[in-house]
């Protein structure tokens, strides 16, 4: 499965403000220069991340409400964490399986306390070795999708690990944020997302903050 997965170590993280479709109409363009034809890569490289925008300011709270289209998961109560480097999804019955030779993933995923959670199939990214809470390293899948807040997209990688003993289902990472002109206010919340929360089922209880 690892080496279905060796591009992104090529690119990195530098490609992820692309939209899932454009990444993968850029790597197979990639693809077929061929492994020997690294100059022309070098040049694709460059001329397509010139190209990126650069967005507006915006300042989020430390949590906030966020979407995850692409995999039909909506509402998200969200801890903003840039002390931590990668996002984390609370998912349980994570099932790694292949379809037309390509990784997947199916996984479990429960929002609220006041719904049975939904079952979700995605491509697998990369498979990663992220320490947990306590510091433990633990093999993780990851998954790249459209991460939505505040009138805003791109796209963002995603590890999956089950999180019910935490305070937050979703924890964003610093890398999510980075090239998007992103500051977090660190002692306010809902900045850029609706609080309501007569409007809001409650979220996933839930022991420690992570």
């Given at each position: 499965?690892?080496?279905t997965l060796?591009?992104?170590?090529?690119?990195?993280?530098?490609?992820?403000?692309?939209?899932?479709?454009?990444?993968?109409?850029w790597?197979?363009?990639y693809?077929?220069?061929?492994?020997?034809?690294?100059v022309?890569?070098?040049t694709?490289?460059?001329?397509?991340?010139?190209?990126r925008?650069?967005?507006e300011?915006?300042?989020i709270?430390?949590?906030?409400?966020?979407?995850?289209?692409?995999i039909s998961?909506m509402?998200?109560r969200?801890?903003i964490?840039t002390?931590?480097?990668t996002?984390a999804l609370?998912?349980t019955?994570?099932?790694?399986?292949s379809r037309?030779d390509?990784?997947?993933?199916?996984?479990?995923v429960?929002i609220t306390?006041t719904?049975d959670?939904?079952d979700?199939e995605?491509?697998?990214?990369?498979?990663r070795?992220?320490k947990?809470?306590?510091g433990v390293?633990?093999e993780r899948?990851?998954?790249?999708?459209?991460?939505q807040?505040?009138?805003?997209?791109w796209?963002?990688?995603?590890?999956?690990?089950?999180r019910?003993s935490?305070?937050?289902?979703?924890?964003?990472?610093?890398?999510?944020l980075?090239g998007?002109?992103i500051?977090?206010?660190?002692?306010?919340?809902?900045?850029?997302?609706?609080?309501?929360k007569q409007?809001?089922?409650k979220?996933?209880?839930?022991?420690?903050?992570?």
């Amino acid at each position: 499965m690892r080496s279905t997965l060796h591009v992104k170590k090529i690119i990195g993280v530098s490609l992820l403000w692309l939209t899932p479709i454009k990444y993968v109409e850029w790597l197979i363009a990639y693809k077929r220069l061929g492994r020997s034809n690294r100059v022309a890569k070098t040049t694709m490289f460059k001329k397509l991340n010139s190209k990126r925008p650069k967005p507006e300011l915006v300042v989020i709270g430390w949590i906030e409400h966020i979407d995850l289209p692409d995999i039909s998961l909506m509402n998200i109560r969200t801890k903003i964490d840039t002390g931590a480097r990668t996002s984390a999804l609370h998912a349980t019955q994570i099932e790694q399986f292949s379809r037309d030779d390509v990784p997947w993933v199916r996984f479990h995923v429960q929002i609220t306390e006041t719904e049975d959670g939904v079952d979700i199939e995605a491509p697998i990214y990369d498979i990663r070795h992220i320490k947990n809470t306590g510091g433990v390293p633990e093999e993780r899948v990851v998954i790249r999708t459209t991460f939505q807040l505040g009138g805003r997209s791109w796209p963002i990688t995603v590890s999956l690990t089950d999180r019910a003993s935490m305070t937050f289902v979703m924890i964003v990472g610093r890398t999510a944020l980075k090239g998007q002109n992103i500051a977090v206010h660190t002692r306010k919340a809902h900045l850029a997302s609706f609080s309501d929360k007569q409007r809001r089922p409650k979220t996933l209880l839930i022991k420690d903050a992570s």
